[in-house]
């Protein structure tokens, strides 16, 4: 029988809030939140004209109403109205997000990270907007697995993240 490892991770204190997952559930994207679609505009002659890049936006889907209502549960065990970070308050945010090798190749970053900010509004600040840092990652898991984590910290002139500022 081989013997368990132990691992014991401690926050760093620059982070108020760190929290994640490991499994099955994907992060999913918000790229497909639009759709083209060509609108017709007719004169008063009734002749009509085809006018591009007009956009519709689509439902959520059903995996970012899962994702969104998963990450809202693990922020809430972490965070509550009383700790939240309010306006005029800016934060950092940090993602760590762990896909499958053939997913990476195929979702942008950028896009990634919208799902996790929006499911994190009211909840851990008042709205993304107060998101003045975001440092997003990617990467392919070495077991193969989906997860997220996730470290947010309340930016003051004390306290200015963890990275580099000028």
């Known amino acids: 029988m081989q013997k368990q490892k132990s691992v014991t991770f401690q926050q760093n204190p620059k982070i108020d809030f760190l929290f994640g ?6 992060v999913p994207t918000k790229q497909d939140g639009f759709k083209p679609i060509d609108l017709i505009e007719t004169n008063e002659n009734g002749e009509e004209t085809v006018l591009k890049n007009f956009y519709l ?3 959520e889907t059903s995996s970012v109403i899962k994702f969104r209502e998963y990450i809202q549960g693990i922020a809430k065990e972490k965070i509550s109205k009383n700790n939240r970070i309010n306006k005029p308050h800016n934060v950092q945010v940090h993602l760590s997000i762990s896909i499958t090798e053939k997913r990476y190749y195929e979702v942008d970053v ?5 799902a996790v900010l929006d499911s994190l509004n009211e909840i851990a600040f008042e709205d993304d907007s107060q998101v003045s840092s975001l440092i997003v990652e990617k990467h392919i898991h ?7 984590l996730i470290a947010i910290t309340k930016l003051t002139p004390e306290r200015k993240g963890l990275e580099f500022t000028w």
């Not at 997952?21 to 994907?26: K, P, R, S, V």
């Not at 950028?110 to 919208?114: E, V």
């Open 57 to 59: 936006k689509n439902p």
């Open 110 to 114: 950028d896009n990634l990270a919208k």
């Open 21 to 26: 997952y490991f499994g099955n559930l994907i």
């Open 142 to 148: 070495p077991m193969k697995v989906n997860g997220i």
